[in-house]
């Protein structure tokens, strides 16, 4: 017997459950959720970020760990998620951010590039990349 139509199409189940880690994702970068944040990177993370540094999946969790960025505003909007190969899900959007960085207030508007990949234990975040758009 069938279990509906998105446990029938792969596509649309790795998309769907990748919508819902990305909105996982938000919840947990906002909350600066540490432990969410860790179960939804990759070990093997490779994030640019805006500024073209390359950062770890341990760069990016200490960032949060010792408050050396916390976000005060974060929304993200205008998706286009496509499946890759099964398992693998590219994510675009765009972030709408505000915060401290350093100790100093920003607001930045950005857009994201996530490459999701489907491990044993969940959706995690394999690849990110970001920059700035107007």
């Given at each position: 017997m069938s279990g509906g139509a998105v446990q029938d199409d792969p596509t649309e189940a790795?998309?769907?459950g990748v919508a819902a880690a990305e909105q996982r994702l938000c919840d947990a970068a906002l909350a600066g959720d540490v432990a969410?944040?860790?179960a939804l990177l990759a070990d093997d993370l490779v994030f640019v970020n805006q500024f073209g540094h390359v950062l770890s999946k341990e760069d990016d969790l200490d960032l949060h760990r010792i408050g050396a960025f916390r976000l005060e505003r974060l929304a993200f909007s205008d998706y286009r998620l496509s499946r890759l190969a099964?398992?693998?899900v590219l994510a675009v959007l765009r972030a709408d951010a505000a915060g401290t960085a350093g100790g100093?207030?920003?607001e930045a508007t950005l857009r994201f590039t996530r490459v999701?990949?489907?491990e044993p234990d969940g959706w995690r975040v394999a690849s990110i990349h970001s920059s700035p758009i107007a």
């Open positions: 790795d998309l769907h969410a944040l860790d099964p398992g693998l100093a207030p920003f999701w990949r489907r």
